[in-house]
C-alpha cells in the first residue's frame, strides 16, 4: 500500500492517503470540497485543479479536450482524473470549491510586513507624589517621551478613563499611539487589534486582525441587514429620500450588526471591543454613505455626486462603531458615485497581478458591477448596473448560494447532471448554477444567440408563464414544483450579462484595445470568484480567452481592507490607487446603447 | 449757566451737565453708580475716582487726609469733594462702582489685532456635470487651493451637511478653516462668530463675540447650577466621587446652562448657534474637569493631581456645547490641582501690567483664591481655600451682592453710614460689605488684632448666640430681626482672610521678597474687584501698600478668555504662562502652619 502526502495550497489543508486514488477523492477525504457533477467521469469538467508540485499520472483523453497544451504545462489537470504518483502540492481554484468551502476560504491570507498606523509602547511611570505634581496627561506624555516618542494629544476620551486606570495599573501601561495622538490606553497585558470590513450591499465580511502580527485572528460573515429596505442600492437610496429618518435608520441597522459582529469576533478570541484600536471599512459609494449618514440625494441622481471622495479618518465614537473610544475608524476612498472603496480595496489587493501585466481587466461582480481596466500605466473603471439576477433574485427559482441550491449544471444529450450545496436534495439554482444553465442550453442548441429559448428538447415546454427548460421535473421532486430555467430567467441574466460585458466593450474601447489583448482578467467578490468561467466565457459575459488567464480571487475587497488595515504603505497605495482612477460614466460613453444591445446577446461579443 | 462734558472713560459714559454740581452729582445725573454713604460729606471716602484730564477743584480737606501727595498727582480725588472747571475726562475704579454699575462694566475691551484661529473664505464653485463629477467634498478643498489655501479635511459633521446646502447656495459659500481642516460652511452672508466662557464655581460669564472685527456683540452672566450641589468645589467632587451618576449630572447641569445661555446670547444678536465657529472656555481645574467629565478622584485628595494640564481642543460635539457641530472648544490649560485655566487667563488678560513692573502680584480672590507673584521673569503661583465667607456665606446675615445687600459701610463714632445695592432697604451683607464692616470695627477699637469683640461699643450686645455688633437694629427694621455682625462672622472672615494673606507670604517668602517691594497689585475676580482695597488692608488680607499700586481689573478671566479667542497669538501666550508658572502646594511650604496662624490676626502682616 502506497501513501502520499498531498497538500492543498489555496486551503491550507494537507494529509497522508492511501495511493490509487484520483486527486478528487483524496481532496473528498481530506475534507475538501472540489465540486463534482459527473461522479468523477471526467464529463462535467468542475473539478479543475492545477499540480504545482510532484508527480501525477498522464493526462486522460477528457483532459486533453478541455485543456490547451499550454495550461496542461502548467500543471491544470482534472482532479478526478489525476493520480499521484507521488507527493503533491495542489492548488484548487475558488470556482472548482463547493460553496461550503468557498466560505472557508475567505481567510486567504497575503503576505505583507505589519506596520499598522497603530503603535503601542509600554511605559512605566513615576507615581505622583506632593514632590511631584505633574498631571497625568502630561505623565504619560513624558513617559512617551523618555522613549523618543513626541506625541502632543491624548484624546479626550482617553483622558476620561485614563487617570483611575493609571492608578489601578501601579503606573505601568500600553499606549496606543497613532501620528501624534494618544487613541488609546491599556495594561501591559492588552492586545493591539484591528477591525477590518468589508461592508457589501449583500454581505458584510468583518475581520479581526492582530495589528501586531498581521493575522487574522477571527472572520464573520453577514447579510447586510439594510437587505430588508431594498435588495439595490437604489432602492436604499430611494427609501432614504422618500421617508423621514430613513437615513437614520440605515446607518442604525449597519453600525449595529458591525457592532453585534465585533462583540463576536471578540467572544471567539477571547477579547473586548475596546481593545480594538483601529478600524478600515471598505464599501461602495452608496453604502458608504449610508454608514457614515451622509447626504444621499445628489448621488442617487445624475450626474451621481458623492458628497466625498477622499479617504476619511473619523472617531469612532462619530461613526458609531464601539471600538475603543479614542480610535479611528479609516474609511477608504470611493473613486466616483458608483465605484466605490470595495473596489479600490480590491485594485489594492490584487495590485501584485495587475502592476506585473501590461492588460490586466479586474471584475468585482455583484448587483452592481465594476470594472476596470489596467494597462499602460492607466486605470479606468466603469460601474454596470447588472442588477440582482446574478444573485438569484428576479429569476424564478433562482436562490442564494445555501443549502440545495444547485451550483454547477451540466447537460449532456438527455442526462441533466447537478451539484447542490451540501449535497441536498435542490430546492432552487443559485448564480453560478444559473449561469452554468444558460451556457449549457447555449450549447445543446436549446437557446440561440438572441437568447431565445426553442422547442427542441424533451425537457423544454410551454406553459402560462410561457416557455421553460425543467431542471428537476415534478416526478423528480416527488411531486412538489419543478425546478425550470424560463424565458424570462434567460432575458434576466442577458440583461445582467450584458451590462457586464458592455461595461468591458467600454473600457477597451476607451483605451483602444481588444479583448484578445487582456493578458489576464482578475475576477472578485462573492459571486464572481466562484462562477464556473468557462460559462461565463460561453454566454458572453467575460471575453473569449484562454482559461489560464483567469484569476478568481475570492473576497478581495475584504482582503485589502484588511492590509490598509495592517500596513501604512498599503493604506498610502490605497489612496493613490483611488486617485489614478479615471472613472467614465457608462451613460455618457459614445454609441453606449448600441455596444450595450450588442452585448446583450448570448455568444457575443 | 455753566455745562461741562463730562466723560466717565470706564463705562463708556458721557454727557453735559449744568455746573456747580460734584463729580459725584453729575455721575448720579448720568446714571453712573459710584457708591457713596456718607451722602456727599467726605466722610465715608467710598467715591474714589481719577481723573485723567481736566480741570477740578483744589482737594478739600477730607481728600488730603485719605490720599498721599503722590496719589493727588495722579489725579485721585473723592468724586463727592471735586468740582469740574472744565471738561473731565475720569476713570471710576469699580471698587468705587455700586454692584449694579459692575455689572456693566464686565465689558472692559483689551485691544488685539483679531486673528482668530478660525478663517473664512467665500468660495464660488462650479457646479457638477455628468463632464465635472468631482465630489463634493473635494470641490469646496479646490475651490480653496485656488485662493492658495490649503486644507486636506473636511471635518465629517460638515461633509453631513454640506452637499444639498452647496446646491441651495447655488455653490456660493462661505468655508471656515481652522489649521488645513474645514470647520463648517455656511451661506457668504453668515457671520464668523465666537463664544468665550468664563467658567466659574459661582458665576458663569459668556460673551458671543465677533471673530473678524474682535468686538463683543453680547455677554451674559448666570449663576453655574452646580451651586446647588456644593458651594465650594471640594463638596462638588465629593458628591461625584459618593453618588452614581453625579459626574454625569454635574456635566450636563453645565453644558445645558451654557447652550442656554448660547442661545440668549445668539438671539440677542440675531444669529444662530451654528454660525459660532469657536469657543473658549476658562474654569478652574475642577469646573474644567467637571465640564469635560473628567475623572476627579486624582484632584479631590492629595496631592491633588489634574487629569490633564495643558491646553485641549475638542470638538465641540465631543463636549456636548451646541455650536457648529464641526466647530472646536477650545479649552484653556491649567496649572495645578486648584489653580486653574481662569487664573491663566486672567494672567493673560493682565499681562500688559504685570509685564512692565518688576514685581508684582496678581490676585483672584473667591471661594478659592489663586494667587501669582511675578518677578525677575518668573510665575509662582499658590491656590488658597479662602472657603464662601468672602461670598456671604457661612456669614449670619451674610448674603450675596443683590438688591438690599449692605456693600459699603463706614462707623463714625455712634453713626453707622451704609449703602444698600439698589438703595433698597437693607436685607443683609454682602462680601465687601462684611470685608468694610470688620475694618471699621477694627478701627473703632471694637474688634482687636486677634479679633476677639469687645463689649465697648453701645451697639455689641451678648445673647444666646454669643457676643454680636448691630448694624441694623430691630427698631431700624421696624421689628424685623436685626443685622449684626457676630463674633462668628469675625472668626469667619479671620479664616478666609488668613488663607489668602498667608498665600501671600509664601509666595514673598519663596522669592525672597518683603512685600513692600511689591510693584502692583492686580486684583480680578466677581468679589476681588470690588471690595474696598483700605478696608482689605485694614484687616491684613492685603499687604499695606499705597493704594495707587492696586488695580481692580474686574473679570480678568473672562476678558482672558476672549482674548484667546479672537487671537492665536494670545492663545499661544496662555499655553505659554501655564506652562512658566512654578506651582507651590501651601500644605508642602516650609512652615505652613506657622504662617497661617499668624496671618490670620486683625492687621497681620
Redesign the interface.
Known amino acids: 500500500m502506497k501513501f502520499y502526502q498531498i497538500n492543498f495550497k489555496s486551503i491550507g489543508k494537507s494529509g497522508k492517503c492511501e495511493g490509487d486514488q484520483s486527486l478528487l477523492d483524496y481532496a473528498h477525504q481530506l475534507g475538501v470540497g472540489i465540486a463534482s457533477i459527473c461522479g468523477g467521469h471526467g464529463r462535467c469538467y468542475c473539478c479543475k485543479v492545477q499540480v504545482l508540485e510532484g508527480a501525477v499520472s498522464e493526462p486522460t483523453a477528457s483532459e486533453l479536450k478541455v485543456f490547451s497544451p499550454q495550461e496542461l504545462r502548467e500543471g491544470r489537470r482534472l482532479a478526478c482524473q489525476t493520480y499521484p504518483e507521488g507527493d503533491v502540492e495542489l492548488l484548487v481554484p475558488p470556482g472548482a470549491m463547493t460553496t461550503m468551502q468557498r466560505l472557508q476560504v475567505e481567510g486567504f491570507e497575503i503576505a505583507v510586513t505589519p506596520d499598522s498606523p497603530v503603535r503601542s509602547y509600554n511605559v512605566c511611570l513615576p507615581a ?11 505623565r504619560i506624555l513624558e513617559g512617551l517621551k523618555n522613549q523618543r516618542i513626541n506625541c502632543n494629544t ?1 484624546d ?2 482617553v ?6 486606570l493609571l ?1 489601578s495599573w501601579d503606573w505601568k501601561a500600553k499606549v496606543f499611539v497613532r501620528g501624534s495622538e494618544v487613541v488609546a490606553i491599556g495594561s501591559q497585558s492588552s492586545r493591539q487589534l484591528g477591525l477590518a470590513v468589508d461592508l457589501g450591499s449583500t454581505k458584510i465580511a468583518a475581520y479581526l486582525m492582530d495589528l501586531e502580527s498581521g493575522e487574522t485572528l477571527a472572520a464573520r460573515g453577514v447579510m447586510n441587514p439594510q437587505f430588508a429596505y431594498g435588495e439595490d442600492i437604489i432602492t436604499r437610496l430611494s427609501f432614504v429620500l422618500e421617508k423621514g429618518g430613513g437615513g437614520r435608520l440605515m446607518q442604525k441597522l449597519v453600525i449595529d450588526e458591525l457592532n453585534r459582529l465585533l462583540l463576536e469576533l471578540c467572544t471567539e478570541v477571547g477579547t473586548q471591543p475596546d481593545e480594538v484600536v483601529e478600524a478600515v471599512i471598505a464599501g461602495n459609494t452608496a453604502m458608504h454613505h449610508l454608514l ?4 444621499v ?2 448621488l442617487a441622481y ?9 479617504a ?1 479618518a ?2 469612532a ?2 461613526s458609531g462603531l464601539s471600538i475603543a473610544p479614542g480610535a479611528y475608524v479609516h474609511i477608504l476612498p ?1 473613486i ?2 458608483f465605484v466605490g472603496a470595495d473596489h479600490v480595496a480590491m485594485l489594492l489587493s490584487t495590485k501584485e497581478i495587475w502592476q506585473k501585466e501590461d492588460l490586466v481587466l479586474a471584475i468585482d461582480i455583484g448587483t452592481n458591477s465594476e470594472v476596470s481596466l489596467i494597462g499602460n500605466g492607466e486605470i479606468t473603471s466603469v460601474s454596470c448596473a447588472s442588477g440582482p439576477a446574478f444573485e438569484g433574485a428576479e429569476i424564478k427559482d433562482g436562490m442564494r448560494a445555501t443549502t440545495g441550491a444547485i451550483e454547477r449544471l451540466r447537460i449532456s444529450n438527455d442526462v441533466i447532471d447537478y451539484l447542490t450545496i451540501d449535497e441536498a436534495k435542490p430546492v432552487g439554482i443559485c448564480g453560478s448554477g444559473i449561469l452554468d444553465a444558460i451556457a449549457q442550453l447555449h450549447l445543446a442548441g436549446v437557446v440561440d444567440k438572441s437568447g431565445r429559448m426553442l422547442n427542441n428538447h424533451h425537457r423544454v415546454r410551454d406553459n402560462e408563464g410561457g416557455r421553460e427548460f425543467i431542471v428537476v421535473s415534478e416526478e423528480e421532486r416527488d411531486g412538489l414544483p419543478a425546478i425550470t430555467i424560463t424565458q424570462n430567467d434567460v432575458r434576466a441574466i442577458q440583461l445582467a450579462k450584458g451590462a457586464v460585458r458592455s461595461g468591458i466593450q467600454v473600457l477597451l474601447d476607451a483605451q483602444n484595445h481588444s479583448s484578445e489583448e487582456i493578458k489576464r482578467v482578475v475576477i472578485a467578490g462573492a459571486f464572481g470568484s466562484y462562477i464556473d468561467v468557462s460559462s461565463a466565457m460561453t454566454i458572453g459575459m467575460l471575453p473569449s480567452l484562454p482559461l489560464n488567464r483567469f484569476e478568481q480571487v475570492g473576497n478581495a475587497a475584504g482582503m485589502g481592507a484588511k492590509l490598509a488595515l495592517v500596513s501604512r504603505s498599503k493604506s498610502a497605495e490605497a489612496q493613490e490607487i483611488a486617485s489614478r482612477v479615471h ?1 467614465i ?1 457608462l ?2 460613453a459614445p454609441d453606449y446603447a448600441k455596444i450595450l444591445v450588442k452585448a446583450t446577446n448570448i455568444d457575443e461579443y
Chains 1, 2 share one sequence.
Do not use: F, T, W
Not at 159 to 164: C, E, M, V, Y
Not at 292 to 295: A, G, V
Not at 302 to 310: E, M, Q
Open positions: 505622583p507624589s506632593m514632590s511631584d505634581l505633574q498631571a497625568d496627561a502630561e491624548i479626550i476620551e483622558l476620561k478613563n485614563a487617570s483611575p492608578r457614515l449618514k451622509l447626504p440625494k445628489q445624475a450626474p451621481y455626486i458623492p458628497a466625498v471622495k477622499g476619511l473619523i472617531k465614537r462619530d470611493n466616483a458615485g472613472y460614466e451613460a455618457a
